[in-house]
């Protein structure tokens, strides 16, 4: 095991996988030259040359279309988009073509392609720059969605990605890359799709999260604990695939469920858990499921208002406890 | 003075071009009929008048080339060797389909034939191609990717997008504009600032040029004399062809916006009677030869209604396949 950030175990798999696979190309805004707007991709072009790690113009959608193309023609494409934000620019040739081609096309072909885009709030970046968009990904069927919360899983995580024959949207926390954490060693360490991780046991209540919500909730969970609430953690790891079976089995043993996501309540991911649970878990539910999300506000700009709007450990330590002092 | 054909190509290539044109206008206009009664549904968009465009091109390119396009592509998936029964079957929305009837009129496909697709998203084919074309150079392969779009294409920011960006990576795409002058209803002098489509290329360094898209061997000999270029020098260059669509937009589109004389001028170039009547001037067919060429696209065309009609639905299974691999 090895000491890292979530940063450089992030660049630690873009260069393994570039070393192991030489059909595996980079490309997307200063990811070559100036090494990546958060320098995930530091190193890269030194080692791998410019035909392998490419500068693009800005121009987010044609990013994504090229890659369709190059993956249909063999090459492994693994792309950045400089922040989730800009996705948006790029819905066309992500949700009309990378979703669709092998569908339409009656399975014929696949896209072996890896989008990465960093995202999530808290940087004082304002409205433009703080999006959590990842229940636009997994709303869509024909991508995978992955969202690491550790630095492990974003090593693990990523090399399955770039591995496997499938689109896969690759959402990266900013707030986490200078997280550290305990990274397995093994050049093959892979961490699957669809397998939610325990990140901590307990008996009264389950969290279920994912990415830098994860991390919020295991604080909260120690937090709890000082009252004597036992919570279990949940991180979902991939959105698509979803592991419901994990936190399923969870809250049929705990029988209270708080979810938490940092996007937006309304028509949010927490929604379909919420759903989820009550339609496998309704006979054990000692409470109505609760749920914490990001206000539904375009995110200001004021730290001290910004604050508001994202989930905070204390928010949803808060909605454990009422949770608690529910019940059906 | 007109070009001798044999100057052009052996006479067999010559009537190979007359015989597809002939197969793609019988084909589509069998769909207009079956459409009509009901066993093809959905957008059907009709190629006929633009035959020349599809044959022509693809005359001169390779086979390992890739071919994209938008959704009015039955003719040009036929004529890189699409089988017309299997096309015929995607339309119907049967099993048997080029797609196992999961696409349609607007998405066929066959890698096999290097036919990489139909697009219904106006521009949406143009950075597919380009990274097509990157995979090729990438691999050490020796093909380029062709790209065929209407006029209506070249105001979406993927047109700009993508002809930047295979200039400046330097990638092997021939871009080919079909101009039948109408997005939908729009001509093209409401749309563009500049109708002069193979002009818009010069902010991107990119050569083009401008070929009657209702002459089979002007489009041919544009075609292989721009993709030698592109394959030689790794680089992009676009042709626009001037063409006319004798339908409307869609089966959905009566084209009340065009007027009859102009219709009628466009018919009097249609460019299947016009190559046919040379073949015979030139002595490379007689008459009776291009009357036996439609006889035969008619029976291929009409066994190919015959094997949709016959074929079976897909399982209600095949909904959840092909989503992932």
Not at chain 2, 112 to 141: C, D, H, K, S
Not at chain 2, 219 to 242: D, G, K, N
Request: proline letters at 5%; charged letters at 20%; hydrophobic letters at 40%.
């Amino acid at each position: 095991m090895s000491d890292m950030t979530y940063r450089d175990a992030l660049n630690l798999a873009l260069k393994e996988e570039l070393r192991r696979d030489p059909s595996v190309v980079i490309w997307g805004e200063d990811v070559a030259l100036y090494e990546g707007s958060f320098k995930v991709t530091r190193g890269l072009l030194a080692e791998f040359g410019e035909e392998r790690v490419k500068d693009t113009p800005i121009s987010e959608n044609t990013i994504i279309g090229v890659a369709i193309g190059a993956a249909m023609g063999g090459v492994r494409p693994v792309v950045e988009l400089m922040t989730v934000n800009f996705a948006l620019l790029a819905m066309d040739q992500l949700v009309n073509h990378m979703t669709k081609i092998r569908y339409m096309f009656g399975g014929q072909t696949w896209l072996p392609m890896v989008v990465r885009a960093p995202g999530g709030g808290g940087s004082q970046l304002a409205a433009q720059h703080s999006q959590s968009l990842e229940t636009f990904f997994m709303h869509c069927p024909g991508m995978y969605v992955a969202v690491p919360a550790t630095p492990a899983d974003a090593r693990g995580l990523l090399k399955t990605a770039i591995r496997d024959n499938n689109p896969v949207v690759f959402l990266e926390h900013e707030l986490l890359y200078n997280s550290r954490g305990e990274v397995p060693d093994d050049p093959e360490y892979l961490v699957p799709f669809g397998a939610a991780s325990v990140l901590r046991e307990g008996t009264d209540v389950t969290i279920v999260a994912y990415s830098r919500m994860s991390i919020l909730a295991l604080q909260a969970a120690v937090e709890l604990e000082r009252e004597g609430i036992s919570c279990e953690v949940i991180d979902l790891r991939t959105l698509n695939p979803l592991d419901t079976a994990t936190f399923i089995a969870s809250v049929q043993k705990t029988g209270r469920a708080v979810v938490v996501e940092e996007c937006w309540q309304m028509a949010g991911l927490g929604g379909h858990l919420a759903w989820l649970i009550h339609r496998d878990c309704f006979d054990t539910l000692l409470a109505p499921v609760n749920r914490v999300s990001g206000l539904d506000v375009p995110m200001p700009y004021s730290r001290k208002i910004e604050k508001l709007c994202i989930p905070q450990m204390e928010t949803i330590a808060a909605a454990v406890r009422e949770t608690l002092s529910q019940k059906y | 003075m007109e070009t001798k054909l044999r100057a052009v190509l052996p006479d067999q290539d010559l009537i190979r071009l007359y015989e597809q044109m002939v197969l793609s206008r019988e084909f589509e206009e069998s769909c207009a009929e079956q459409y009509t009664k009901g066993h093809i549904t959905g957008f059907l968009h009709l190629y006929s008048g633009q035959e020349a465009v599809a044959v022509g091109a693809t005359a001169g390119l390779h086979k390992d080339d890739y071919i994209l396009s938008a959704y009015r592509e039955h003719v040009q998936a036929i004529v890189r060797g699409a089988e017309p029964k299997r096309v015929m079957a995607e339309l119907f929305g049967k099993a048997t389909g080029i797609c196992k009837g999961k696409g349609g009129s607007m998405h066929l496909f066959d890698p096999t034939l290097n036919f990489m697709g139909g697009y219904a998203i106006v521009g949406g084919q143009f950075p597919i191609a380009v990274g097509l074309a990157f995979a090729a150079r990438y691999r050490g392969e020796d093909r380029l990717a062709a790209c065929f779009f209407g006029d209506g294409a070249v105001n979406q920011g993927n047109f700009h997008e993508s002809l930047n960006w295979a200039r400046l990576w330097n990638l092997p795409v021939l871009f080919i504009c079909e101009n039948n002058f109408y997005g939908i209803g729009t001509e093209v002098h409401r749309s563009s600032a500049l109708p002069d489509i193979h002009k818009r290329t010069c902010g991107y360094d990119i050569p083009s040029e401008k070929v009657d898209g209702m002459d089979v061997i002007s489009v041919y000999q544009a075609v292989r004399h721009a993709a030698e270029w592109v394959r030689e020098q790794s680089r992009p260059y676009l042709i626009e062809a001037v063409t006319y669509r004798f339908r409307g937009h869609s089966m959905a589109d009566p084209a009340k916006y065009r007027s009859t004389a102009e219709h009628e001028m466009w018919k009097a170039r249609d460019p299947l009677p016009s190559f046919g009547r040379r073949l015979v001037v030139e002595g490379i067919a007689s008459q009776s030869h291009l009357d036996a060429i439609l006889a035969k696209a008619q029976t291929t065309v009409q066994e190919a209604v015959t094997f949709a009609e016959q074929s079976p639905w897909p399982e209600d299974r095949e909904v959840w396949e092909d989503i992932y691999v």
